[in-house]
Each structure stands twice: as structure tokens, then as C-alpha cells.
């Protein structure tokens, strides 16, 4: 047989191993990833804006026209 039987005895295990309970590792876990994938996200996002701005504009001025 293999695992734990107690979840308590798992949390303090896991608490000693990383230094935060399970269910606050899986809190930042997925935070960062989120943010990682709004971040990937939106630098798309800035790269197709960039594309269709012409040369002579800039992106700034794009982000003037579409946030006013």
C-alpha cells in the first residue's frame, strides 16, 4: 500500500516540506499562472497592435485614440 492515510498528517508533512499548507501552494500556484498566461496574453495583444499601426503613428498614440 502506498500514501497516507491522514490528510492532517499529509498537510504537516507537506507544511514541513515547503513551507506553506497545501491549499496555500495551490493558491500561489495558480496565481502566477494566471498572471504568466495575462502577461503572454497581452504581449500578443501588444505585437498584432503594433503590426497594424503604420510606421508613422505611434503605439502610443494608438493607446490615446483607443483608451479616450
Do not use: W
Amino acid at each position: 500500500k502506498i500514501g497516507m492515510n491522514s490528510t492532517g498528517y499529509f498537510r504537516q508533512c507537506f507544511k514541513d516540506e515547503f513551507g506553506v499548507s497545501p491549499s496555500d501552494y495551490l493558491k500561489q500556484f495558480t496565481s502566477q499562472l494566471l498572471h504568466h498566461r495575462l502577461k503572454q496574453r497581452s504581449a500578443v495583444i501588444q505585437r498584432h497592435i503594433r503590426s497594424q499601426v503604420p510606421a508613422h503613428h505611434s503605439f502610443e498614440l494608438l493607446v490615446h485614440r483607443i483608451t479616450c
